[in-house]
Every structure is written in structure tokens, then in C-alpha cells.
């Protein structure tokens, strides 16, 4: 084999390494006889780039997979990409008044969505790119994207079901409008801020019928001036006695000179601003809703871009905020504004435009009633069938969101989508049909002179939500192709991983939608990952600058390091800090890996058959790090189904960093030019495959490339395939010995360096000790480490040594230098005192009855067994310090 660099180089590794499980397919998946293991990816928008987020997202999903692989489960994780219709369309729109001068309204629906598919094909594929950076193994052979002919049929075959099912209706209502974008938007898609505002007080006048002025003023208290010229009625509390007297009289509005009649209703708040509420039915739910019920004329001021309507009178053509600014001024100079006043205000923005507040808006939109399709999802998870992770944390949203939804809102004043397949006649009638033809063919049933050319289709799109809820069945054609092999073979999936922003936009929708389409659940479970901020706290986002640049840090760091970084910090569900110092703390791991590859090499060539000394030592050695490594297995296996990854892999990590490089190698690592035993030599090698392999989800590159380093492998002998086998029980005396060991030895190495013996002089090692036989089997271990001449047990102190308490033993450290003994009593007496401390503080929890009562028995016992630890301690440190 090729001489091994100083260290580990990622950048070729891991090329190397993604072309060859490419050119293997392993990544590729058709149904056999094997458990399938499902994952779909969360599609990310086609036009976007990885952030720390999705990079979160796709390496957990990726360990999940990759460990499956090795699990004796056929794994098949489907890539793709989401058309983001609002998101992208603006982004479409944009480029082509950059670079071509050209305005939407300039061309043609069928020309804009050419010039949308040149966009998609220019930068969709970015997107993928980073994600094979990273390391993940998706069937690039299933990439999927929400308007693939498939899936666009899908998604019409969808609407017409549930619009022939009475689900989805098509009504005015007032909805949230992104002036911005031009469209509609469901309420989960308007983000809430709280703001300082400002009430403006404004002078109403006061008529009678016939319009005469009474002399009086009615005074009302605004946010939002720029709507006066929608005011359709004044309304005051039936209670208020302020107002008796305006029954039956009407209000002039200012600017315009309308006169409105002044309304009675239990709605106002008497107690809020002056107690008197101008309508404006067509920019406000609540005064909708009043309209509604008083009969109330609708006026809307506003166009679909934010600018005054005509309706409006004045401002014409005015943005509505430099509209709110010339109606503040022209009220003052009319003389009609009473004052202004500071307001804390909470104001919705839209999601996708987040600079862009959202304006409530009277519109014809198209809903899904979701009532109904709700209470199926939301048992499915209360009872378990689908079960979230972390669940104490997400159960109680995820049962909110479910018992208040309201309807969903799923057409889009766009063109970048799935057109609504609803064809409407010259006189307003439309029937919803999958074609022109079937529509006109329906549509002639009452009108038999209709001609297709009288036929329009419906210009809006659907919510690109109402295709994502049908991903984890249409990748796999579920819906335009039902009951075909993959979808019987692969569906419901495994888990899904997602991000706990949008539990309701779609992962209760899936549900919804695979127990309306499959009556199966689309998943057993549901990992949420934290969110991503920067190490002060702060959310990243392109605007703050925080969000560093994947493909920057895989560079820098090399992948592995990169997911490491991530995922050492991140237990599911919670907010992580991610920080690059993490990642150098990846890549730190894997030149400690590839040192310790360097070590193991250079023993190589010098092996000895012959049984000799370094045997028995190597023996228990050999025989600790068996156990240890079953131990952990079984340890990672049972945190894999709690689905608790960080933890998994801080296990591996130390297993790896501290039980293997910093023990066990230098435990069995040969004296100067001494050659190893060949049996020892061959079970580190082994150790070293499985550890390779139990930290391969998490690092696939370098656990790859030392795999192969280690020794030669046959064809086909890849650690991306390595099966993973049942670990037995481990062994538990010899972990016991183990753990004595390493704090012995670490005790002794600090009582060397206090009392400044030089690592190469030799000590005397006296044990006292009633557990000869366990000190026994490391004898030979604890004299090469802590350079023991010889090992002694005794019943007597020895005088003129240093002396050390560990656990109940005590041990006598003989050496050719005078000692201090007043630094060594004064050691023992700190000793002492901590020991004394740490008594007194597991006494007062047993005498506490209330911990003893409430707390789980193990954990009584744990402390109870810390007791009689310390007081054992003290026991022999007080013997100790009589004998000096």
C-alpha cells in the first residue's frame, strides 16, 4: 500500500470514494425480498442552495439511511426538489427585468413558463450537487421534482377527487393577500410581528338623514388612515351611553364625504381607543364579519399591488403607506385629526416575501375543507400509529394546530404551478374536469351551444403545498400510478426527518392526504431537527450575514468534519449553536483516527507468533476492549431506536478519541523495537473494522478510506455494505477490571508529576488491597504504564512513599528520591475534605424522605452505594495520614 499521508486529506477521499459506491450502486434500490427502509427528503425550492438547515436535515437523514444499509434493510432514500411557486416565480420575474428588460405583463402564460423551466433546468441541479457534497446516498436514479408530468397529473387527479368529494369549494372570503407577489396566501403562510404603531384620532362629522349637520363630531381611533376611503359605518357598543344619542344619525367620512349610518353591536370594545369603530368590510376580517352581518355596502380601496383603487377617491395609484402619510396630512390640514398616539401593534408579513405585510383582501379563492381530513391525523398520532421525536415537545402543537384548523386557501394568482382544472362558460358556470373536452362536454348538459373556444380555464395555480402533501406517495407514482410495485413495496416510509417550522404545513397535510389516498399512514415516525442559529443565538439568515456557505466549510473542513460538526451539537428537536470551532473538532477526529491508522500500520511488519509476556498483557487488553466495544454497540443500537443521533455519536466519539488511541493502543502497543504479538495484532485490526463501522453513518469518507487502508479487502468487501451483526452481552467483571485500571493508572500518573518524577525513573508499586485477584489480571498493564519495576501487595504502610487512596485500595509509590512529606499529608487532607463534602452532600438527599419516596428506586440505590464509596474513602485516607 501507498505510504500514508501526515494527515488525513478529505477533498480526494471523499470524490474518490462517492464515485466508487456510485459506480457500485449502492445507493440504487428496486424492491427484493429485503425490509425496505424508506426515507423521502424534505424537498428542498428547486432554485435554492444548501443552508445550515437543510445541511442538518440531509445528514441525519443520511445516517439514518446509511445505517439502515448496514442493517440488513434494502434502503431508498428519494432525492428531489419542491417548484416553490411564489419563491420562484419572483425570482423568474426578477431575472427577466435584470437581464432582458422584460415585464411579466409583456408575455404570455405559455412563454413565461418556458422562460420558468430554462431557470429551472440553469439551477436546479445546484442544489443536488451540494447535497452529494455532503456525503449523502440518495437513489439519484428517483430524483423527483413536484411538476414532473407525474406528479402534475397527480396533483389535478387530487383536486378533482376531493372537489367531487364536496372537500374542496370555491367561494369569496377574505384571505391574506401578499401585495408583493400578487397573491393569495393560506394563514399558516403570514408570520406575526409585534411592532410600534401609531393611533391616529380622527374627527368624524355628524348628520342627521337628510344630511343636515348636527354640529357634533364622533371621534374615531385608527391604525390604518389610509383605509377611511373604504368606511362603510360607524359602530359603538349598544351599552355605551356615550352614543345613545346617535341612533338612527350617520357620519360623513372624511376625504371623501360619505355618509354611513352609525351601527349598534355587542362586538366593540367601549373600553378600546374612543369606543367608536370605523367599518371597513373589505380590509379587515372582524369589520367583514359586521358587514356581513349589518348589510353593509363593501368598498375596496386597495389594488392587488397595494396601490389605491379608484374606489378609493383619492391617492389613486398611491402606494397604501405613501396613501397613509397624504391621508394623515390632508386630515390634519382639514382640521380632522385629533391626535396621534404610540401603539404596540402586531402585524402580519408574508412568508415568502418577509419585508411585504400582508393585506386582508375579499376574494374568489378555492378551499379545502379540513375538518374532516384532520381528525384521521390527528388521532393517527395521538394514538401512536405515527410517532414524533421529540414527542413532549411537538405532540401538544402538532394536537393544537389539528383541533383549531381552519380551511385552506390553495389557489395562487401565479403561473409557475399546477393550473386549477376548473373551465368556466361566458356565464360564470364551470365545471372541474381533467381536460377542456370533458369540461365542455359536461358544461353543454345546460348549455348545448357552447363551443370549446367560449371555454376559459382558470388562471390561477395551485398552493405548492397542495403538491408536496402527496410526496411520500407520488415519488413512488402512488397516486398516477396506484398499487404499482414500488409504491406496494416501499410505501408507507420509514421516517421522515423535517424541520418543526412546518409540522403543519406539511406534515400533518401528508398525513391527511396518505390516509385519505393509501388509508395507510405515510410514515412510523418523525424526527425533527432543531434550528439552526449562530453561536450568539441569533437564527441565521442571508440578512444577518451569520449563514455559513457549505460548500466554504466542506473545503475547509472536509465533509465528515462538516457533519460532525453538526450533529455533536444538535439532540433532536433542539435549537443548536452551530459553530466552526465544532467542525474543527471533526477534523481533529479524523487525523486522531488516522493516526492511530498510522500506528496500527507500522506494527504491521513486525509481529511475533511466539506467546511471550506482551501476550498475557495484550490479553487483557484485548480482552477489556471486547467487552467495552459490545458494550457500546448495544449502547448505540438502543439510542439509533430512540432515534437520539448526538448521543449516538458522542458514544462512538469517545469510545473511539479515549477507550481505543488513549488506552487500549497504548496498552498494547510493543516496547521500543519489540515486535507484537500476531493474535493481538489481528484482533486491534478487527476492533479497528468495527469501529470503523459503527462510526460510518456518521462519517462515511474517512471510515471508508481507513476500512481499506487497514488491510486488503476481496471484491465487494465496501464498508458502506457492511452488515452489522447482534453484539453479545459483554463481559461485566473484566469492564469492572477496566475502568480500575485506567484510574489507577491516571491516579498514579498525577502523584508522579506532583512530586516531579521523571517518566523514565522507575517506581516500586505497593497495593493494598482485600481485590488481589482483579489487580492481578492487570498487573502487567499497570507496571508498563506507570513504569513499575515491580508490583507488591501489602497489609502494611510503607514508609518514606508517596501514598494514594483510589477507590477503597491504597497504594504506596516507593521511589529512590526524598520525598516532601508535608506536601503529601497536605494532599491527603484536601483529599479528605472534598471526600467529607461530597459525604455531607449524599446524606442530606437520603435524610430528604421526599427524595427518598418520589425518587425511582435505582437511583435511590445509586446514591446509597456513593455513601458507602465515600465513606470507605475516608476511611482508608484517615488510616493513611496516621501512618505519617
Not at 506494527?603 to 501476550?615: D, I, K, V
Request: net charge negative; aromatic share 10%.
Amino acid at each position: 500500500m501507498e505510504e500514508l499521508s501526515k494527515n488525513y486529506l478529505p477533498a480526494a477521499t471523499e470524490e474518490k470514494w462517492y464515485q466508487h459506491w456510485m459506480d457500485k450502486g449502492y445507493f440504487r434500490s428496486q424492491p427484493d425480498g429485503r425490509p425496505a427502509f424508506t426515507v423521502v427528503i424534505p424537498p428542498p425550492n428547486v432554485t435554492g442552495v444548501l443552508h445550515m438547515g437543510h445541511t442538518l436535515n440531509e445528514t441525519v437523514q443520511d445516517i439514518l439511511v446509511r445505517r439502515a444499509r448496514m442493517s440488513g434493510f434494502n434502503a431508498c432514500w428519494v432525492p428531489g426538489s419542491d417548484h416553490a411557486s411564489i419563491a420562484t416565480e419572483a425570482k423568474v420575474v426578477d431575472m427577466l427585468k435584470r437581464e432582458k428588460g422584460i415585464e411579466k405583463s409583456q408575455l404570455t402564460r405559455e412563454t413565461f413558463l418556458q422562460h420558468a423551466f430554462e431557470w429551472k433546468e440553469k439551477y436546479g441541479g445546484i442544489i443536488y450537487q451540494q447535497i452529494k457534497k455532503l456525503g449523502c446516498s440518495c437513489d439519484w436514479g428517483r430524483v423527483t421534482f413536484t411538476m414532473d408530468d407525474h406528479y402534475y397529473q397527480a396533483v389535478i387527479k387530487v383536486f378533482i377527487d376531493l372537489y367531487r368529494k364536496g372537500l374542496i369549494y370555491r367561494g369569496a372570503r377574505m384571505i391574506n393577500w401578499d401585495p408583493k407577489a400578487k397573491t393569495a396566501l393560506s394563514d399558516e403562510e403570514v408570520d406575526y410581528k409585534d411592532l410600534q404603531g401609531k393611533l391616529y384620532y380622527v374627527n368624524y362629522a355628524i348628520v342627521d338623514s337628510e344630511n343636515n349637520p348636527t354640529g357634533d363630531y364622533i371621534t374615531i381611533a385608527t391604525q390604518r388612515p389610509e383605509t377611511i376611503m373604504g368606511d362603510t359605518a360607524i359602530c359603538v357598543n349598544p351599552n355605551d351611553e356615550r352614543y345613545a344619542h346617535l341612533k338612527g344619525r350617520y357620519a360623513v367620512v372624511p376625504l371623501v364625504n360619505r355618509k354611513v349610518p352609525v351601527i349598534f353591536d355587542e362586538y366593540v370594545d367601549p373600553a378600546f381607543g374612543t369606543g367608536a369603530l370605523k367599518v371597513t368590510p373589505a380590509h379587515d376580517i372582524n369589520d367583514y364579519n359586521l358587514g356581513l352581518k349589518h348589510n353593509l355596502e363593501i368598498v375596496d380601496t386597495l389594488n392587488e399591488d397595494g396601490t389605491l383603487s379608484a374606489a378609493a377617491g383619492v391617492f389613486i395609484g398611491e402606494d397604501r403607506f405613501v396613501a397613509r402619510k397624504k391621508t394623515v396630512a390632508a386630515l390634519q390640514e382639514q382640521g380632522l385629526l385629533v391626535k396621534e398616539q404610540e401603539y404596540t401593534t402586531r402585524l402580519g408579513y408574508s412568508q415568502r416575501n418577509p419585508d411585504t405585510v400582508v393585506e386582508p383582501r375579499i376574494s374568489t379563492q378555492w378551499f379545502v375543507k379540513m375538518a374532516e381530513m384532520a381528525k384521521p391525523a390527528l388521532d393517527a398520532v395521538v394514538n401512536g400509529d405515527v410517532r414524533i421525536h421529540p414527542g413532549d415537545r411537538f405532540l401538544a402543537t402538532y394536537k393544537y394546530w389539528m383541533e383549531n384548523v381552519k380551511d385552506w386557501c390553495i389557489s395562487r394568482q401565479l403561473w409557475w404551478g399546477q393550473r386549477i382544472p376548473a373551465f368556466y362558460a361566458p356565464d360564470g358556470s364551470f365545471e372541474v374536469a381533467e381536460t377542456a373536452e370533458e369540461a365542455l362536454e359536461k358544461l353543454r348538459i345546460t348549455n348545448a351551444g357552447l363551443r370549446m373556444e367560449d371555454l376559459r380555464q382558470d388562471e390561477d395555480v395551485l398552493d405548492t403545498w397542495f403538491s408536496s402533501w402527496l410526496w411520500p406517495m407520488e415519488v413512488f407514482n402512488g397516486i398516477s400510478q396506484p398499487g404499482n410495485k414500488d409504491i406496494n413495496y416501499y410505501y408507507p416510509t420509514s421516517v421522515l426527518v423535517t424541520g418543526q417550522d412546518i409540522i403543519f404545513f406539511w406534515v400533518a397535510r401528508m398525513i391527511m392526504a396518505g390516509l385519505e389516498y393509501k388509508q395507510v399512514k405515510p410514515f412510523s415516525d418523525v424526527y425533527f431537527t432543531g434550528m439552526v442559529r449562530d453561536k450568539q443565538g441569533r437564527k441565521m439568515s442571508k440578512s444577518l450575514g451569520n449563514s455559513p456557505d457549505l460548500l466554504e466549510l466542506i473545503h475547509q473542513f472536509g465533509a465528515d468534519a462538516v457533519r460532525f460538526g453538526i450533529m455533536i451539537s444538535s439532540p433532536a428537536g433542539n435549537d443548536l449553536l452551530f459553530d466552526d470551532a465544532s467542525c474543527e473538532q471533526g477534523r481533529n477526529f479524523c487525523n486522531k483516527i488516522w493516526n492511530a491508522l498510522k500506528l496500527v500500520k507500522m506494527w504491521e511488519g513486525r509481529q511475533s507468533e511466539a506467546g511471550s509476556g506482551q501476550l498475557a498483557e495484550g490479553n487483557f487488553a484485548v480482552k477489556w476492549f471486547e467487552s467495552r466495544l459490545l458494550e457500546v454497540q448495544t449502547q448505540v443500537a438502543d439510542l439509533f431506536k430512540d432515534f437520539r443521533l448526538s448521543e449516538a455519536l458522542k458514544t462512538v466519539y469517545s469510545l473511539i478519541w479515549d477507550d481505543f488511541c488513549s488506552w487500549y493502543l497504548e496498552w498494547v502497543k510493543p516496547g521500543f523495537e519489540q515486535p507484537i504479538d500476531a493474535a493481538v495484532f489481528r484482533k486491534t485490526l478487527d476492533f479497528f473494522d468495527q469501529l470503523m463501522q459503527l462510526l460510518h453513518p456518521f462519517m462515511p469518507f474517512v471510515t471508508e478510506e481507513i476500512y481499506q487502508q487497514l488491510q486488503t479487502r476481496g471484491a465487494g468487501d465496501d464498508l458502506i455494505v457492511k452488515q452489522f451483526v447482534t453484539p453479545a452481552a459483554p463481559h461485566h467483571a473484566t469492564l469492572v477490571e477496566g475502568a480500575l485500571a485506567k484510574e489507577v493508572i491516571s491516579s498514579i500518573r498525577d502523584a508522579r508529576n506532583k512530586h516531579q518524577i521523571k517518566p523514565k525513573d522507575p517506581i516500586t508499586l505497593h497495593i493494598d488491597t482485600v481485590h488481589e485477584n482483579a489487580f492481578k489480571q492487570i498487573e502487567s498493564i499497570l507496571a508498563k504504564q506507570v513504569n513499575a519495576k515491580a508490583v507488591v501487595y501489602t497489609k502494611t504502610a510503607v514508609a518514606g512513599s508517596i501514598t494514594l487512596v483510589v477507590q477503597k485500595d491504597k497504594f504506596y509509590l516507593e521511589t529512590e528520591h526524598t520525598l516532601d512529606t508535608g506536601a503529601q499529608k497536605e494532599q491527603l487532607e484536601a483529599d479528605l475534605k472534598y471526600q467529607q463534602g461530597f459525604l455531607e452532600s449524599v446524606e442530606k438527599k437520603l435524610g430528604n424522605e421526599r427524595f427518598v419516596s418520589n425518587a425511582k428506586p435505582e437511583v435511590v440505590a445509586a446514591e446509597r452505594k456513593k455513601k458507602a464509596d465515600a465513606e470507605e474513602k475516608i476511611r482508608a485516607i484517615t488510616e493513611s495520614l496516621k501512618t505519617m
